[in-house]
Every structure is written in structure tokens, then in C-alpha cells.
């Protein structure tokens, strides 16, 4: 009998290690050595508990608070109106869902820019009030004083070049950037710039796939494209499109994983005529 628990109980352990093994948290180091080996990197955006839940058990790498929550959360038109104090919201309720993913919050349109001290302010009520692991930024050269500032408190710095969706009204269009030699050869210094910086990974949006290989092969940080070709370090969508729950954007890039929308307009539907038809709840849903 002595013998049947001692093999119990060292079962039960080699599960416990095995088990904290497989929840083991990614940080920014995880990432380089991602890097390093060719491992691809792959990152879905979150605004809430039970989704963030959701993809940090399916084994997502990075989970991303993006301001997108703008568009698919608020039904804003573009990723400017959202504040810091409904990205500090959306990104609380992640992380406390999270045991594997390293989670990444966009400072929003308006936080950072121009402003280092006011990036730094930003970043901290980030990291203080959400637990979040990084920070996001658009730009390159411009917001280096920024990033520099944000960094000098030990704030770990994601960035992002390509289409920067916080500068919309300057561009004009989503289309494809950098496509002129001009605007490749800013965004490739930018990289380098970032990289000098400090920031420890880049996101890279709507750009040439040649070009994006290039500045893979050039830094030594990861870079994670959208709409970027193959030949980057890893890959990120924004969760609602690829579940197929936003219908109206369907760029080239997206691939759509499900049709959410679809399934969920059944549910609903098939309720509101149980519901209309006093079929529900039955005898055995009631108490």
C-alpha cells in the first residue's frame, strides 16, 4: 500500500512540474531567444477577461491591449478617440486572465507624443494600474525621446512603423506604406532607431513584405508583422476580424479563423424564438 502512495505522490509531482512547465510566463527575454532560434512569435489582440482567457490557454505568445478597442469595443471610426483610462479598463481585465501570455497595452493617441514626460506618466499608470507587462508606441525618430524616457524607468518598449493607424489623418488612406523607396529607406532607420533605443520588439503594419524581411535581417529584435509577408518574426491580428465577428474589414492580410458572427446570429436567433414560442425554459430549467 506504502508503495502505491509513494508512486502516487511522485506522479503527482512530475504533473505538478510538468504543469508549471507548460504555464511557464513569456517575457522579453523568451522573445530574443524566440528570435535567435527561428521560432515563429504569435500575438492576438484582447479587451476583456473571458476572451483574454481564451487565447492565453490556447498558448498565444503575446496578447496585445491594442487601441483598436476603439473600433471593435466602442464602435469608434478610427483608434483615436480612446483614452488612457479605457486602455488601463481593457487591459486590467486581461491580465487577470493571463497566466502564460506576455500582455502589450497601446498608449493611446494623444499620451506620448510631443511630450516625453507626459509618455512616461502614461506608461507608468499603464504598468501601475493594469499589472501589463510592455508598452506599445507608434513612430520612429520623432517619439525617440519619448521611448528613451518611458525606457529610463525600466518600462519594457514595443514598437510600431508601417501604417501607424494613430496617424490616419496624416496619411489620408490605409493603404499599403512605404512602397516609395524614400519612405522605405525612414522606415528601415526608424527600425534601427527604435532598435538603439532599447525597445526590445516592432511591429511592423502594411508594408512591403520585402521591405519587412529586410528590417527582420537588419535588427536584432523581434519584429512582428500585419500585412507584412512571412519572412518576420511572428505574426499578429486583431482577434475580432480573424473570428470572423467584424464582417466589414476583409484586407488581403486577414485571414479569417471562424465566422463567429454567423454562429452567434444563430444562437441568438434560435433563443429569441424559444423565448417567443414559451418553449424556453422547460420544466427542467426551472426550479
Known amino acids: 500500500m506504502s508503495q502505491v502512495i509513494n508512486i502516487l505522490f511522485s506522479f503527482t509531482n512530475i504533473m505538478s512540474v510538468h504543469s508549471s512547465a507548460n504555464i ?11 528570435k535567435q532560434r527561428g521560432e515563429k512569435i504569435s500575438m492576438l489582440t484582447a479587451y476583456d477577461y473571458s476572451m483574454a482567457k481564451i487565447v492565453d490557454e490556447a498558448g498565444i505568445d503575446i496578447i496585445l491591449v491594442g487601441d483598436s478597442a476603439s473600433n471593435v469595443m466602442a464602435g469608434h471610426e478610427t483608434t483615436l478617440p480612446i483614452t488612457l483610462d479605457q486602455m ?11 497566466k502564460r501570455a506576455f500582455v502589450v497595452v497601446d498608449i493611446p ?7 516625453s514626460s507626459e509618455a512616461l506618466r502614461s506608461a507608468i499608470r ?12 507608434e513612430g520612429g525618430s520623432e517619439i525617440r525621446e519619448s521611448v528613451l524616457r518611458i525606457l ?27 512602397k516609395e523607396e524614400a519612405e ?14 532599447g525597445c526590445y520588439a516592432l511591429v511592423l503594419e502594411k508594408i512591403p513584405a520585402t521591405l519587412a524581411k529586410k528590417v527582420a535581417e537588419t535588427v536584432s ?10 519572412d ?56
Open 24 to 34: 511557464k510566463r513569456i517575457t522579453t527575454h523568451t522573445l530574443q531567444e524566440m
Open 88 to 98: 488601463i479598463y481593457h487591459a486590467s481585465a486581461v491580465v487577470r486572465a493571463v
Open 109 to 115: 493617441f494623444g499620451n506620448y507624443q510631443g511630450n
Open 126 to 137: 499603464i504598468m501601475k494600474e493594469s499589472g501589463a507587462h510592455s508598452v506599445k508606441v
Open 152 to 178: 529610463s524607468a525600466g518600462v519594457p518598449v514595443m514598437g510600431h512603423l508601417g501604417l501607424t493607424p494613430q496617424s490616419i489623418y496624416k496619411f489620408g488612406t490605409y493603404t499599403v506604406r512605404a
Open 184 to 197: 522605405a529607406q525612414k522606415l528601415l532607420e526608424d527600425a534601427k532607431t527604435l532598435e538603439e533605443c
Open 221 to 230: 529584435i523581434p519584429v512582428i508583422g500585419i500585412g507584412a509577408g512571412g
Open 232 to 287: 518576420v518574426d511572428g505574426q499578429v491580428l486583431v482577434m475580432h476580424d480573424m473570428l470572423g465577428i467584424t464582417q466589414e474589414f476583409k484586407p488581403r492580410f486577414l485571414r479569417q479563423y471562424a465566422d463567429l458572427q454567423g454562429v452567434m446570429m444563430d444562437a441568438f436567433k434560435r433563443y429569441i424564438s424559444d423565448v417567443k414560442a414559451r418553449d424556453f425554459p422547460t420544466e427542467s430549467e426551472s426550479y
